[in-house]
């Protein structure tokens, strides 16, 4: 069993910033790959950003690349998800997750998530 705990988020200004980190307490994360997910009101759950194991990959969707940087301190046992030029359209929840199936962009192929948290960007 994987524990991740989430911290950041909270409300911002389009165009601000704002860094989402995802820890894994008491065990080291390597050898998971990690993922950032977000979800909507009334949307399906849909990947962010994506690293593995040794932070060598990382994958990003399209509405957020040139604007989120994920990256991972295996030391610290933690991930963040640095999102800048925030835009309305970026609100959700967002969740952290990890698995070893690799950086893939579906959900289904991470196994232990993160307890959310909310990300408002205001117009």
């Known amino acids: 069993q994987v524990q991740l705990v989430q911290s950041g988020g909270g409300l911002v200004q389009a165009g601000g910033s704002l860094k989402l980190s995802c820890v894994t307490p008491?065990?080291?994360?390597?050898?998971?790959?990690i993922g950032w997910f977000r979800q909507a009101p009334g949307k399906e759950r849909e990947a962010v950003a994506v690293?593995?194991?040794?932070?060598?990959?990382?994958s990003y969707a399209d509405s957020v690349k040139a604007r989120f940087t994920i990256s991972r301190n295996n030391v610290r046992n933690t991930v963040y998800l640095q999102m800048n030029s925030l835009k309305p359209e970026d609100t959700a929840v967002y969740y952290c997750?990890?698995?070893?199936?690799?950086?893939?962009?579906?959900?289904?192929?991470?196994?232990?998530w993160g307890q959310g948290t909310q990300v408002t960007v205001s117009s």
């Open positions: 690293i593995n194991w040794n932070g060598g990959l990382t």
């Open positions: 008491g065990r080291t994360s390597n050898g998971y790959a």
């Open positions: 997750a990890a698995g070893t199936s690799g950086a893939t962009m579906r959900a289904v192929d991470y196994d232990y």
